[in-house]
């Protein structure tokens, strides 16, 4: 369940990863660990350990969903569940080549819309200055990003290609978890000044309005 930090605080989702062993997220990322050696992937739905590695590295989507739905107080379904269910509404797409392409925004909009109810909205064009707006009032937003956002310190190359669930703002302060965060503090109640966090923004993503 979603936790609450107060009478009018932000509601704090529950953390998923886009693998199942958060605390080992950084070791998969250096190439300590490879990705069907995480030991908790039976949790995720995956079919077998290959199809575990070779899709965690596309759901930071997923884990976004799941993450909202959560703060929601609705019960998630697993992350490959909810890759396949999406799969089949068009929000992933497995081009010839073997590549997936998504999460891909109007169907995951859409599927939060029919199968619970819950009002989403695709945002282009969105700038990082309107994003505390959006977040106002129990509002969250998906949010494109490059994903060297897990080093705040650092100049992304390019933005987006990467998706964090932002859940609110204290002032000009974004909040958000990090489904690909390489350590605890870059994953969960991450916080990064909007001016920051628009080096990394695509300008893009799926707002949940409160």
């Known amino acids: 369940m979603a936790a609450r930090a107060g009478p009018g605080a932000a509601v ?6 886009q693998w199942e062993s958060a605390e080992r997220i950084g070791d998969i990322l250096s190439g300590a660990l490879r990705a069907e050696d995480d030991p908790l992937w039976p949790r995720s739905g995956a079919r077998d350990a290959a199809e575990y590695a070779e899709w965690a590295d596309h759901l930071c989507g997923v884990a976004c969903l799941r993450m909202a739905l959560g703060a929601r107080g609705i019960a998630p379904p697993r992350a490959f569940d909810l890759a396949r269910e999406l799969t089949t509404r068009g929000g992933y797409v497995v081009q010839p080549d073997g590549f997936i392409r998504g999460l891909i925004y109007a169907p995951a909009a859409s599927w939060l819309a029919e199968a619970h109810g ?3 909205e695709v945002r282009v064009d969105m700038p990082a200055e309107a994003i505390p707006a959006l977040v106002a009032k129990g509002g969250m937003f998906v949010a494109s990003v490059h994903p060297w956002v897990r080093w705040q310190e650092r100049e992304p190359p390019s933005r987006g290609g990467h998706l964090v669930l932002v859940f609110a703002a204290a002032g000009d302060v974004l909040r958000f978890h990090n489904p690909s965060g390489h350590s605890p503090a870059a994953q969960a109640d991450t916080r990064l000044p909007v001016a920051d966090f628009a080096r990394f923004y695509a300008g893009r993503g799926i707002w ?3």
């Open 208 to 210: 949940l309005p409160g």
């Open 12 to 17: 704090i989702p529950p953390f998923f990863g």
């Open 118 to 120: 819950i009002a989403a």
